[in-house]
Structures are given as structure tokens and as C-alpha cells.
């Protein structure tokens, strides 16, 4: 007998991923995604210096869209971010002034983003990031598996903002050991949680978007109820055992039906209330262009190698690794990701892209 729906964090990919020149489709809110301020004037000064765009900020990124050109766009994910302070940069159409600077880490590869407010004398671009990136910070035990954690306070789960307790099982078996571990288990909106009865320090924290499958195995000890982390928290595989076979089939159930009741609309966690009225989904974003929807934006396109290249981090890295290049005869460093050797020597836009131009 078995649930298995997979893993929400599977395929939540605006929180963990920078992704440049994205569609207008991925600028929309994913389920549970909330969007939490709007500053339009706000320029990239990085990689399109001199552009106005506007900024959306949301519980999980912030995407930045030029308003001259739909296509030039950027998300970046809250889990990408090394680090968030204020620089002072030359802007094109600011001149000197303070900047919002953002280091950030995807795919073992940097980049630096710059924003600048084109409004003079309005801080909203700096509290409202820093803000949401320090709540996103702080809410991690909604998104994370959490083993032999302070959840507890005298055998009393400490619950998270937005967080309810469903249900509390006594005689839960943990069987993880030969022996196995007699304990508690809480089923909350959030999570699962179990600690063990003679050491609450031996607990699991267990949240929703990180449970692949919910089911029932048969095990040395019996049936058994099983819990399968996603593979990005460690594909941990979790035994349980209950008594008897009635209950430990109704706690499967009722576990499996919270979690695709939460798969359907996440809870993330990030709470950040600003001054501003909230802004309204359907006025942030721009008009679909059918051109740019129908020519979607691969990791082909000359533009998106263009647009990466744009943001690297600059400072001092490690020599990459030296290769023998066939094509031209001759030993050289490995060219990172994303890039080809056909792409460093171009200098115009290859020849399948200009004619796509033209169509």
C-alpha cells in the first residue's frame, strides 16, 4: 500500500536557481508564491545600465524586467544570495549614488547583480529586499529537513508561525537502529515531527515539501510505515512502526493526504509585511508579446550565453583545469559551463539566430 506523489521541492525551482532572459510564464507566481512589493525605476546596472525596469519582490526572489524590452529579465532565488549590502556605483542615468548589490552562488558559478533606484531618496529598494531575504533566512524550518534540532521545549514542539498540530501519536517506533526507539510523533500542517521518549534531543523534523513518498513496506519488524526525503535534503529513508496495523494504516492516510494537500499550495514560511499596500499581480507584470512567447529562450540562444556572461563575479578563482582541445590542436583551460568554443570566438550572433531575426 503506498502514496507517492514525489517531492514539492522537486519542482520549485524560483527559490534555488538564478535564471536570466526567463518567460513571461516564469515570471508568474507559482502556488504559494506571494508577491510582496512592486518598485518600478529601478535600473540594472550590472547588465543593462542605462535600462529603467521595474522590481518585483516576492517571498522566494526577486525578478527585475526591463520595461522597454519584455525579453531582458532576471530571478533570482533567495537560496542563490551570499550576500546583500550597498555599494556606491556610476549609473547611467543616476550618476554617482548607492546601490543595492547582491553576490550570489548557482551551479558552483557567481554572479554580482546591481540595483539601482532611479527615485531619489526612497529606501524601499533596500528594506524590502534585505527585509524578505532576512525572513526567508529565518523560516528555514519550513523548507528544511532538520535531524536532532532544538524543536522541543519539555517535550513540547515548538510550533512555527502559521503552523498547527493535527494530530499527536504515542507508541510511535523509530526504526532506525537494530533495536529500534519507542517515541512521539506530531503531525502538523507544516511537517512531521518525531522525537524519541527517553532523549527529545534524537528527533526529526520532517517538512511537507521535502517528503518524495508516503507508504507502507514491510519490514523485520513488521509492517511499516516509510518516509522518503527528496533527493536535494539526502533521500533519507525513514521507517516507522505503529500499533496496531489499523492505526498505523490510518496515520499513513492522514499523512498522505496532508501532503498533497500541501503540495497544492505550499507554505512557505517568509512573513514580511510592508508599509505600501500589497501590489496586485495583475498590473506588475507586462503585456505577453506573442513573438518572445513563441520563441522561447533556451540555453542555445546566443543572447542568454551573452546575458550570463554579463554577471559573473569578477575577483581572483581557481585555475580551471588544463585540457587538450582538438580543434585546435593545442592544450587550454576547460571552459566553464554553459559556454562553447565555437561561442568565445563569436563575436556576432550565429547565423541560425540572425535568420530567425528576420522571419
Given at each position: 500500500?503506498s502514496?507517492t506523489?514525489?517531492?514539492a521541492v522537486?519542482s520549485i525551482?524560483e527559490?534555488?536557481?538564478?535564471r536570466?532572459?526567463?518567460?513571461l510564464?516564469q515570471?508568474?507566481?507559482?502556488?504559494?508564491?506571494?508577491?510582496?512589493?512592486?518598485?518600478?525605476s529601478?535600473?540594472?546596472?550590472?547588465g543593462?545600465?542605462?535600462d529603467?525596469g521595474?522590481l518585483?519582490?516576492?517571498?522566494?526572489?526577486?525578478i527585475?524586467?526591463s520595461q522597454?524590452m519584455?525579453?531582458?529579465?532576471l530571478?533570482?532565488g533567495?537560496?542563490?544570495?551570499?550576500n546583500?549590502?550597498?555599494?556606491?556605483?556610476n549609473s547611467?542615468?543616476r550618476?554617482?549614488t548607492e546601490?543595492?548589490?547582491?553576490?550570489?552562488?548557482?551551479n558552483?558559478?557567481?554572479?554580482e547583480?546591481i540595483?539601482?533606484?532611479?527615485?531619489?531618496g526612497?529606501?524601499?529598494?533596500?528594506?524590502s529586499?534585505?527585509?524578505?531575504?532576512?525572513?526567508?533566512?529565518?523560516?528555514k524550518?519550513?523548507?528544511e529537513?532538520?535531524?536532532r534540532g532544538?524543536?522541543?521545549?519539555?517535550?513540547?514542539?515548538?510550533?512555527?508561525?502559521?503552523?498547527?498540530i493535527?494530530?499527536t501519536?504515542?507508541g510511535v517506533?523509530n526504526l532506525s537502529?537494530?533495536q529500534?526507539?519507542?517515541?512521539?510523533?506530531i503531525i502538523?500542517?507544516?511537517?512531521?515531527?518525531?522525537y524519541a521518549?527517553?532523549?527529545?534531543l534524537f528527533?526529526?523534523s520532517?517538512?511537507?515539501?521535502?517528503?518524495?513518498?508516503?507508504?507502507?513496506?514491510e519490514?523485520?519488524?513488521?509492517?511499516a510505515?516509510?518516509?522518503?526525503?527528496s533527493?536535494?535534503?539526502?533521500?533519507?529513508i525513514?521507517?516507522?512502526?505503529i500499533?496496531?496495523?489499523?492505526?498505523l494504516?490510518?496515520?499513513?492516510?492522514?499523512?498522505?493526504?496532508l501532503?498533497?494537500?500541501?503540495?497544492?499550495?505550499?507554505i512557505?514560511?517568509i512573513?514580511?509585511?510592508?508599509?505600501?499596500?500589497?501590489?496586485?499581480?495583475?498590473?506588475?507584470f507586462?503585456?505577453p508579446d506573442?513573438?518572445?512567447?513563441?520563441?522561447?529562450?533556451?540555453?542555445?540562444?546566443y543572447?542568454?550565453h551573452?546575458?550570463?556572461?554579463a554577471y559573473?563575479?569578477?575577483?581572483p578563482q581557481k585555475?580551471?583545469e588544463?585540457v587538450f582541445?582538438r580543434?585546435?590542436?593545442?592544450?587550454?583551460e576547460?571552459?566553464?559551463?554553459?559556454?562553447?568554443?565555437e561561442?568565445?570566438?563569436?563575436v556576432?550572433?550565429p547565423?541560425?539566430?540572425?535568420?530567425?531575426l528576420?522571419?
Amino acid at each position: 500500500m503506498s502514496a507517492t506523489t514525489g517531492a514539492a521541492v522537486d519542482s520549485i525551482w524560483e527559490h534555488r536557481e538564478v535564471r536570466f532572459d526567463i518567460l513571461l510564464s516564469q515570471m508568474k507566481m507559482r502556488p504559494g508564491e506571494v508577491l510582496i512589493d512592486k518598485l518600478d525605476s529601478i535600473e540594472d546596472t550590472k547588465g543593462n545600465s542605462g535600462d529603467r525596469g521595474r522590481l518585483l519582490v516576492t517571498n522566494l526572489r526577486i525578478i527585475w524586467h526591463s520595461q522597454t524590452m519584455q525579453r531582458v529579465s532576471l530571478s533570482v532565488g533567495y537560496s542563490c544570495v551570499l550576500n546583500i549590502t550597498t555599494k556606491t556605483v556610476n549609473s547611467k542615468l543616476r550618476g554617482l549614488t548607492e546601490a543595492l548589490y547582491l553576490l550570489t552562488k548557482c551551479n558552483h558559478t557567481r554572479f554580482e547583480f546591481i540595483f539601482t533606484n532611479l527615485v531619489p531618496g526612497n529606501p524601499r529598494l533596500f528594506t524590502s529586499v534585505i527585509g524578505v531575504y532576512k525572513a526567508f533566512n529565518s523560516s528555514k524550518m519550513y523548507r528544511e529537513l532538520k535531524l536532532r534540532g532544538a524543536i522541543l521545549d519539555t517535550k513540547n514542539l515548538k510550533l512555527l508561525p502559521m503552523e498547527e498540530i493535527v494530530s499527536t501519536v504515542n507508541g510511535v517506533w523509530n526504526l532506525s537502529s537494530d533495536q529500534g526507539n519507542l517515541g512521539t510523533m506530531i503531525i502538523t500542517n507544516v511537517r512531521v515531527v518525531w522525537y524519541a521518549n527517553m532523549n527529545d534531543l534524537f528527533n526529526i523534523s520532517i517538512p511537507y515539501i521535502q517528503i518524495a513518498s508516503v507508504r507502507l513496506r514491510e519490514s523485520k519488524f513488521g509492517m511499516a510505515l516509510v518516509l522518503e526525503s527528496s533527493e536535494l535534503s539526502g533521500g533519507y529513508i525513514l521507517g516507522f512502526r505503529i500499533d496496531p496495523v489499523e492505526k498505523l494504516q490510518e496515520i499513513q492516510k492522514e499523512i498522505a493526504s496532508l501532503h498533497k494537500l500541501y503540495s497544492s499550495m505550499p507554505i512557505f514560511g517568509i512573513q514580511y509585511v510592508t508599509q505600501e499596500e500589497p501590489p496586485n499581480e495583475t498590473e506588475v507584470f507586462p503585456v505577453p508579446d506573442t513573438m518572445d512567447e513563441i520563441n522561447e529562450i533556451d540555453d542555445d540562444n546566443y543572447e542568454t550565453h551573452d546575458a550570463f556572461a554579463a554577471y559573473l563575479a569578477e575577483g581572483p578563482q581557481k585555475d580551471r583545469e588544463v585540457v587538450f582541445c582538438r580543434e585546435l590542436g593545442v592544450a587550454m583551460e576547460k571552459i566553464k559551463d554553459g559556454f562553447t568554443l565555437e561561442s568565445l570566438w563569436s563575436v556576432l550572433p550565429p547565423e541560425p539566430n540572425k535568420k530567425a531575426l528576420l522571419e
